[in-house]
C-alpha cells in the first residue's frame, strides 16, 4: 500500500459544504483513498448511511485499513458501502440498494496520487510503463488502443476537444505516421514521438494535455460525468446537497452549466420576471484552495469546488 494514495483538496470546505445530517444518506462517488468518505462518516450518527463508489477495485483496500487515530476501518462500520462501480450508474447502485433520495453527493474529479504515481497504470508521462490508463482495469479500452487504431481525424478530435491542443492535427498525423513501423505501446514511446512538436518552454504543458485527453477518451470521463449530474439531480431529496470538485475547464463548464440551470445542456429557461427557473440553490460558486493549502498539497492548485441545494419544486 503507498504511504498516501490521494490527499483530498479542499477537504474541510466540502464537507461544511455538503451540510451532512447526522441521520442522513450519502454518496461519496469517487473514494479513492478514503478522505472524502472517513470525513463524511465522522459526522454520522447510527442511523446514517455512505455509499462510497470506486471503479477501481484496488480503492477498496483502503475501506479495509485502519487510521491510527479509529477504533475500526470503514469495512468493518455497518453504515458503510462499497460500491465497485462507475459513478455513471449511480441511479441502478441506488435501485439495487434500496435507495429512493440522498441527503447529500459528493464527487471529487481529480485523478488520485495513486493512479498518477503508478507506473504501470500509464497515467503520467514521468515515468515508463504501458500505456494503459484505465481507471477499471477489468474490461475496456487502453490508452494504446486508441493510439494505434484511430484514424487520423479521430484522434486529432480527442486531443483538440480533450486536451484543448491547438496543434492536435500534428500530433495526430505524427501517432499515424509512426504506428505504421512499430506500434505504440508505452508512455516513453508516446512521449519521444512527441517532444519534438513540444515547445521548449511549454513542454510538460503540452505533454499533460495529451495525457489528459487520451486519459479522458479511454474512461468516457465526461460522458460519465453528465450520466452522474443527471442521476445525482433526480436522487437528491430538497434540502439535500451536491458538492463537485472539478480540475480542467472541461468538466468545470458541464458542472457549472449543471448547477446553474438544472439540466445538462446547461439550457437556462426563466420565469414571467426574468427569474432562471432551476432546483438548485448555489452555495460555492468555485472555491479555490488558499496558498497555505497549495503549499502543503500542490496538486490542490488547479481544484475548484461547487456547491448547490436541491430546493422544494
Known amino acids: 500500500m503507498d504511504a498516501v494514495y490521494h490527499i483530498p483538496a479542499l477537504l474541510e470546505a466540502t464537507i461544511r459544504g455538503l451540510n451532512i445530517q447526522p441521520e442522513g444518506v450519502y454518496a461519496d462517488l469517487t473514494f479513492g483513498g478514503g478522505g472524502h468518505s472517513r470525513a463524511i462518516m465522522e459526522c454520522l450518527g447510527e442511523g446514517g448511511r455512505l455509499y462510497s463508489f470506486d471503479q477501481d477495485r484496488e480503492a477498496y483496500a483502503n475501506g479495509e485499513r485502519r487510521p491510527a487515530n ?11 458501502h462499497f460500491v465497485h462501480g462507475n ?6 447502485y441506488m435501485d439495487y440498494y434500496g435507495v429512493d433520495a440522498l441527503d447529500g453527493v459528493l464527487a471529487d474529479l481529480g485523478v488520485s496520487f495513486h493512479h498518477f504515481d503508478s507506473a504501470e497504470r ?38 483538440y476537444i480533450y486536451g484543448e491542443m491547438k496543434n492536435a492535427r500534428q500530433v495526430a498525423r505524427r501517432l499515424v ?5 512499430e506500434s505504440i505501446r508505452t508512455t516513453e514511446q508516446l512521449t ?3 517532444t519534438p512538436l513540444c515547445g521548449r518552454d ?12 487520451l486519459r479522458i477518451e479511454v474512461n468516457d470521463e465526461m460522458g460519465a460525468l453528465r450520466e452522474m449530474l443527471r442521476s445525482a439531480g433526480e436522487l437528491l431529496r430538497p434540502g439535500g446537497r451536491i458538492a463537485i470538485l472539478t480540475y480542467h475547464s472541461l468538466e468545470d463548464r458541464i458542472v457549472k452549466n449543471f448547477l446553474r440551470s438544472g439540466n445538462i445542456e446547461g439550457e437556462i429557461e426563466k420565469d414571467f420576471y426574468g427569474n432562471i427557473l432551476t432546483p438548485f440553490r448555489l452555495i460555492e460558486k468555485g472555491l ?24 422544494e419544486s
Open 70 to 80: 479509529s477504533a475500526r476501518s470503514l469495512a468493518e462500520d455497518e453504515r458503510w
Open 122 to 159: 500509464g497515467f503520467s508521462f514521468r515515468m515508463d510503463g504501458p500505456l494503459d490508463m484505465r481507471m477499471n482495469r477489468e474490461g475496456g479500452k487502453t490508452a494504446a488502443d486508441i493510439v494505434n487504431s484511430y484514424d487520423e481525424e479521430s484522434l486529432a478530435r480527442v486531443l
Open 202 to 213: 511549454k513542454e510538460k504543458k503540452d505533454l499533460a494535455r495529451l495525457f489528459q485527453a
Open 288 to 311: 479555490m484552495a488558499d496558498a497555505a493549502e497549495v503549499a502543503r498539497n500542490p496538486r490542490s492548485r488547479s481544484a475548484k469546488l461547487r456547491v448547490a441545494e436541491k430546493v
Open 87 to 92: 459513478f455513471r450508474y449511480l441511479s441502478n
Open 192 to 194: 519521444q514521438l512527441l
Open 177 to 181: 505516421q509512426a504506428r505504421q513501423t
